[in-house]
């Protein structure tokens, strides 16, 4: 079961509560625990075309329990360099105990090197709020 996560001071969000952490050249990306509200477990993972660039937006994957779908966005432009080993190797519970840390989803290599357009720093996500939280179903 996930535990409730605060929001992190080094992320950056998107509107769709999705993260990302910029480290140099590359960046990790995620979606956050609010995202995986209803989630008790995952019961799968169905990753999107890994190659060629990815625009802000592409679905990199989709996270399934029971009737509920949430899909992980690229939150800037840029390459996919590698999985979440973890992922890949079927260990779910990752993703719902630690989604905005060791449960991220992909490494990437941003177009702009920390690009930050269309980016929420966490006070101001915070101030947004959890309102415009989308319906996730099949």
Request: glycine share 6%.
């Amino acid at each position: 079961m996930k535990s409730a996560n605060p929001i992190k001071e080094d992320l950056f969000y998107t509107a769709d509560h999705e993260w990302i952490q910029f480290r140099q050249t590359v960046a990790y990306t995620g979606i956050c625990a609010f995202k995986l509200t209803g989630f008790r477990e995952v019961h799968e993972i169905i990753f999107n075309e890994l190659s060629g660039e990815k625009k802000q937006g592409d679905i990199i994957a989709t996270i399934r329990y029971n009737e509920y779908r949430v899909e992980a966005h690229m939150p800037v432009d840029g390459k996919i360099l590698q999985l979440n080993d973890a992922l890949l190797s079927g260990d779910y519970r990752i993703l719902l105990q630690e989604p905005e840390s060791n449960g991220w989803i992909a490494e990437i290599i941003p177009s702009t090197p920390c690009e930050k357009k269309d980016l929420l720093l966490p006070a101001r996500y915070r101030g947004a709020g959890k309102k415009n939280m989308p319906v996730n179903n099949i």
